[in-house]
């Protein structure tokens, strides 16, 4: 059973991994045997150095993720440098609160742009390697709102809504071509995004109050999620939005 899912000799780029769920994903699959490229905008250098204390290969690669330009580069340099890609995790994002009356254009194609235009085409890249390679797994992040409406994030939940169905669309095209494609459906999470909901005091006790855990989530309570839907024991597992929630969609 351990085989299933051991990841020792993949290869994983994860997106946004400086903090975070993206560093609690790639700090899970580097424990599970995994090598790790990590992309975004800062330096992921506390990542780096928990990566390489488990004895995994690391590189970090610099790019805006909210541009389509530099993704295609990202998969070349990350197979030049490790030899194969076998895992993709979509992580990175932003959220732009405010009333739907007065969210600007720029803030919505902002978030539309780094959370679902990139999303895609960096899974494009990496989909024509894994396709030649035989098979790969791509993981995007979704969220509680890929299922709801949410309050004062209009974009977020509108560019979360479109990760579910393009979850389920590029699994339906490439499960044929040996590559997995799911999604973790993270609910109320303790990151820098949740920052100013955390500190809400009216807003803060009512999530609390729903989440049947009796508690907010941990970048670490992704960790078996993550692992199993990169190893080979989800290889009959396409097109799942898979919710860590703590509960709250039960409710």
Do not use: C
């Not at 400086?18 to 899970?28: F, K, P």
């Amino acid at each position: 059973m351990h085989d299933l899912f051991d990841l020792h000799g993949r290869v994983a780029l994860v997106t946004g991994a400086n903090t975070g769920l993206g560093q609690g994903i790639a700090v899970a699959l580097a424990q599970a045997g995994a090598d790790i490229v990590a992309a975004g905008r800062s330096e992921p250098a506390d990542t780096g150095a928990r990566v390489r204390a488990l004895g995994r290969r690391f590189l970090s690669l610099h790019a805006d993720l909210a541009q389509t330009a530099p993704l295609s580069p990202l998969v070349e340099e990350a197979v030049a440098a490790f030899g194969r890609l076998d895992i993709l995790v979509n992580n990175a994002g932003i959220i732009r609160r405010a009333d739907a009356l007065d969210v600007t254009e720029a803030d919505w194609d902002a978030v539309l742009d780094t959370n679902l235009k990139s999303l895609f085409f960096l899974s494009q890249a990496a989909a024509r390697h894994m396709r030649h390679q035989g098979g790969g797994k791509i993981i995007n992040v979704a969220s509680l709102l890929s299922f709801q409406g949410g309050i004062r994030v209009p974009a977020y939940a509108a560019s979360k809504s479109g990760v579910a169905g393009i979850t389920h669309a590029l699994a339906n095209e490439w499960a044929a071509h040996g590559i997995n494609v799911n999604a973790i459906a993270p609910g109320y999470f303790e990151t820098n995004n949740t920052s100013a909901l955390r500190s809400d005091e009216e807003r803060a006790p009512q999530i609390l109050a729903r989440i049947p855990a009796g508690r907010w989530g941990r970048p670490d309570d992704l960790a078996g999620a993550a692992v199993f839907l990169a190893s080979r024991a989800s290889d009959y597992v396409h097109g799942v939005l898979l919710p860590v929630d703590g509960g709250w969609l039960a409710r």
